[in-house]
Nanobody
Framework: VQLQASGGGVVQAGGSVTLSCDVSGLNNWDIGWFRQAPGKEREFVSSITSTGDYAYYADSVKGRFTISRDNVRNTLHLQMNSLKPGDTAVYYC???????????????????WGQGTQVTVSS
C-alpha cells in the first residue's frame, strides 16, 4: 500500500492550492486529509467515503476546502481556496481499510499514511 501526496508549495493569503494523493494497493477505502503545523498535533481536515458520496470537513476549513476523489485513477484531491496563514502546515493523506465510523475521525482511525506535503501561506 502506498500513498503519495503532492501539490504543496508557497502561496499568498487568499490564494488557492490543490493537493493530490495517489493511492495504490487499496480498494474500497475511505480516505482523508490531515495537517500538522509546527509544534501542534496532527489534526483532521477532511474525509470522503469510498464511493465519494459523502464528504466531511473540519469547521476551520468548511466552505473553503473541497475534497474529491477519482476512483478510476485512484487519486484524491483537496482544493484549498481562500487560504489563510493559519492553514500553513504539512498536509498528509491517509486511508482507512474500512468505512469510517465517525464524521470527525482522528489519526487512529486511519491505517495508511502518505509522506506529507508542505503548504505555506504567506501574509
Amino acid at each position: 500500500v502506498q500513498l503519495q501526496a503532492s501539490g504543496g508549495g508557497v502561496v499568498q493569503a487568499g490564494g488557492s492550492v490543490t493537493l493530490s494523493c495517489d493511492v495504490s494497493g487499496l480498494n474500497n477505502w475511505d480516505i482523508g486529509w490531515f495537517r500538522q503545523a509546527p509544534g501542534k498535533e496532527r489534526e483532521f481536515v477532511s474525509s470522503i467515503t469510498s464511493t465519494g458520496d459523502y464528504a466531511y470537513y473540519a469547521d476551520s476549513v468548511k466552505g473553503r476546502f473541497t475534497i474529491s476523489r477519482d476512483n478510476v485513477r485512484n487519486t484524491l484531491h483537496l482544493q484549498m481556496n481562500s487560504l489563510k496563514p493559519g492553514d500553513t502546515a504539512v498536509y498528509y493523506c491517509a486511508a482507512a481499510l474500512g468505512a469510517l465510523a465517525t464524521t470527525r475521525p482522528t489519526t487512529s482511525d486511519f491505517d495508511y499514511w502518505g509522506q506529507g506535503t508542505q503548504v505555506t501561506v504567506s501574509s
